[in-house]
């Protein structure tokens, strides 16, 4: 006989986690790069309202931080990238916590990765501005895109090697069984 409790499924009165397992390294990992784009994005949004008055970046060349923070580009619609991505790493590191990980709500994945694309997406449209509009990098920028980009592989592929826990629980996974 099988019952439901908030996110605790019995099976013959043994209690098994419902939802999917998940891989070990993926929340540490995920929370780790949510937490490093994080940070660099609130460094960010500190020098754009203090008119980078601290920005530790080369001024001039191709590597030019000051160039592409203070370009047309640095706002969206009104608003400054940095505050974005600021924004959207909180939201990020929101969903990626443990606690959020163990969740049985199967949306719950396709919100992560939904936001975490949008994320990416805007990523890319920055470094096609920084490329082809600005003809600037900014380094602090570029870390953020990186860690963009990395943890939407890291939840991609945490999500991919996920398994139903209640097929894991009954053996009925065949892989899981295998091996």
């Not at 939201?91 to 959020?100: E, F, N, R, T």
């Not at 920084?130 to 860690?147: K, P």
């Not at 592989?153 to 009954?170: H, N």
Request: net charge negative; glycine share 8%; charged share 15%.
């Amino acid at each position: 006989m099988r019952t439901q409790r908030d996110d605790v499924t019995t099976v013959d009165g043994v209690p098994v986690r419902a939802g999917r397992v998940r891989p070990g390294w993926l929340a540490p990992v995920s929370v780790g790069l949510a937490v490093v784009g994080l940070i660099v994005s609130v460094y960010l949004t500190f020098e754009h309202f203090t008119a980078n008055a601290t920005l530790a970046c080369s001024i001039g060349g191709v590597v030019d931080c000051a160039k592409v923070t203070t370009s047309a580009w640095s706002t969206f619609i009104g608003v400054p990238v940095a505050l974005l991505g600021l924004v959207f790493f909180v939201v990020a590191l929101g969903l990626c916590l443990p606690s959020v990980w163990r969740r049985p709500e199967p949306w719950l994945d396709a919100v992560r990765l939904a936001w975490l694309t949008i994320g990416l997406g805007m990523a890319l449209y920055l470094v096609w501005a920084e490329l082809y509009r600005i003809h600037a990098i900014c380094l602090w920028c570029t870390a953020v895109h990186v860690v963009t980009f990395l943890l939407w592989i890291v939840v991609l592929f945490g999500q991919i090697l996920s398994g139903p826990a209640d097929d894991l629980a009954m053996g009925t996974d065949e892989d899981a069984v295998a091996g």
